[in-house]
């Protein structure tokens, strides 16, 4: 089983939908980082977060140290949010900033 | 803004030549990272330098040597290339120090791609 689970792999919207994507981890960790990566294959980050919530624009993460869960959600989707969300934690004590990785979620907006 | 500077962004190779992919950073980060990304799996760490000086093994060193060359500069070195290793590579950075610092996140270049024939 990996350590960092997202879901879904795919997701294909109706731009202006609200989407949510999910990240669950089995392991101990320091923060949470959310990335975004673009066909052209650059990878961005988006958010760092070690609880509550963080908003940038129309994004908004969240993050539930208990339950050991994320949600990146994006308000008023529109087709440059096309992109694969990467979501990876940071290991615990974090001081080498080694990084676990979920496989990623493949998001397509539609116009 | 440069940021994380990888080259090149892209290369082919034939089976058991060598090559290095050269990574600079110049936001006076501590720490880099050489990543492997391939079709259906998450990135996996290669290697690691926390600090000028210093690299460790990640998840997937076999095939690969690394060298710090100085604060700026992280390179990876494939001494006889193997068509396992045709992959995006990625190289990252970030800042480190006293765990106050840990949270910081890492700043990514924008890739090579190397295929290997």
């Known amino acids: 089983k990996n350590e960092v689970e997202q879901s879904p792999q795919n997701l294909t919207a109706q731009e202006g939908e609200f989407i949510t994507i999910n990240c669950s981890y089995s392991?101990?960790?320091?923060?949470l980082h959310w990335l975004q990566q673009h066909p052209g294959g650059g990878i961005v980050s988006l958010f760092m977060?070690?609880?509550g919530k963080k908003k940038h624009g129309r994004l908004i993460a969240t993050i539930n140290i208990q339950e050991k869960h994320s949600s990146l959600h994006i308000t008023a989707s529109h087709p440059r949010d096309s992109a694969v969300y990467i979501c990876?934690?940071?290991?615990?004590?974090?001081?080498?900033?080694?990084?676990?990785f979920g496989k990623g979620t493949k998001l397509s907006v539609k116009p | 803004n440069a940021g994380v500077t990888q080259t090149p962004k892209f290369q082919v190779l034939k089976t058991g030549q060598s090559m290095t992919l050269q990574c600079a950073q110049d936001?006076?980060?501590?720490?880099m990272y050489w990543y492997r990304q391939d079709p259906g799996m998450g990135l996996r760490l290669i290697y690691y330098?926390?600090?000028?000086?210093?690299?460790d093994k990640g998840e997937v060193p076999n095939g690969y040597n690394v060298s710090r060359l100085n604060k700026r500069e992280f390179s990876l070195r494939l001494e006889s290339a193997a068509p396992s290793q045709t992959s995006v590579y990625f190289c990252?950075?970030?800042?480190?120090?006293?765990?106050?610092?840990?949270?910081?996140?890492?700043?990514f270049g924008d890739g090579t791609r190397l295929s290997i024939l």
């Open positions: 330098s926390a600090s000028e000086g210093t690299t």
């Open positions: 977060l070690s609880s």
């Open positions: 990876a934690a940071l290991n615990y004590g974090g001081s080498q900033g080694n990084l676990i």
């Open positions: 990252a950075s970030r800042t480190t120090g006293s765990t106050f610092y840990s949270n910081q996140p890492q700043h």
């Open positions: 936001m006076n980060h501590n720490s």
């Open positions: 392991v101990g960790i320091s923060a």
